[in-house]
């Protein structure tokens, strides 16, 4: 009788087991592995709440250069919940939105509101978002008129005016000066795609987003996740992420996982919407709500 005996290196089993160990493991671990050797690409989150001053400014331009410098992100959106602010860190803020545009798309979304100061910033994007209600625009400025001129015996100046600043009147030219460049950013962001006169637009009428779109201070009605599809798009991005930059760019121990997302704290709307108390001297591209029972 001839006994046959099975060749285990021809078993189903054992062949089915080494193809699993030569093949699909190492292209599970090489799986594994190209997400955090090559990265997904990235749209990043960068949110504006609230006034603009000399700690907001920082925090979005320190967001901006991580954005620009980490080759990763493809695009960023601006979320803007803010009535603006110091006339001179809004027009810091539009030039590095500008600079950040040059190396990759930038879409402004509005939220609840994006006035003045806000709006200064966010007429660098690429393109401006809003939804229907948000409140848009306010171009306009604000500011403190020097007192009275007088005479005080025991201070010393070298000119009449070492004191006050200059003359009410000289004030005055300055703030118009400040006015029309407002005016220039929103008619070089804008383009041909503004529809209201400069006169009009200088009146410092805040918006509906439906009344924005009329005038061509943005470019459609969406909300925030569409604003994101769009610079993914501009971007040439399908397969992508997104990313908040607040904690990249301050929290170092932070870990972009999907169990440990950084959840931004929801807006305040009466702070939002609160006037201004105590501003420090000086021009401000900010939005003034009027008080309950004025016009």
């Known amino acids: ?18 193809l699993l160990l030569v093949v699909a493991l190492p292209l599970a671990i090489g799986f594994f592995l190209a997400g955090r050797v090559v990265p997904r690409p990235q749209v990043g989150i960068l949110r504006l709440s609230y006034d603009i001053n000399s700690l907001s400014t920082y925090e979005v331009t320190e967001q901006l250069k991580l954005a ?98 200059g003359t009410r ?13 407002f005016l220039d950013a929103v008619r070089v962001g804008r383009g041909e795609r503004l529809a209201i006169e400069p006169a009009t637009l200088s009146r410092g009428e805040l918006y509906s987003g439906v009344q924005a779109l009329d ?45 440990a997302r950084y959840r931004p704290q929801p807006i305040d709307e009466a702070k939002l919407w609160a006037a201004p108390t105590d501003l420090a001297p000086g021009v401000y591209y900010r939005h003034v709500a009027p008080a309950p029972g004025q016009p």
């Open 169 to 181: 009147d000289g004030t005055v030219r300055q703030i118009e000066r400040a006015k029309f460049a």
């Open 215 to 259: 005038y061509g201070l943005i470019d459609g009605l969406a909300a925030g996740d569409e604003a994101i599809r769009r610079a993914a798009e501009l971007a040439g991005l399908r397969d992508y992420e997104t990313v908040e930059l607040y904690p990249l760019a301050f929290d170092t121990d932070f870990i972009p996982l999907p169990l």
């Open 1 to 18: 009788m001839i006994e046959v005996h099975d060749d285990p290196g021809r078993s189903p089993l054992r062949w089915l087991a080494t």
């Open 68 to 165: 620009r410098e980490n080759p990763a992100i493809k695009a960023v959106v601006l979320i803007l919940n803010s009535p603006g602010g110091s006339a001179a860190y809004s027009e810091e803020l539009f030039l590095d939105v500008l600079n950040t545009r040059h190396k990759l798309p930038v879409v402004a979304s509005v939220d609840l509101l994006a006035a003045s100061g806000a709006y200064y910033m966010a007429a660098a994007a690429d393109e401006i978002y809003a939804k229907p209600t948000s409140g848009v625009g306010s171009v306009g400025v604000i500011a403190s008129l020097p007192g009275d001129v007088f005479i005080e015996e025991d201070l010393l100046t070298t000119g009449p005016y070492k004191a006050f600043g």
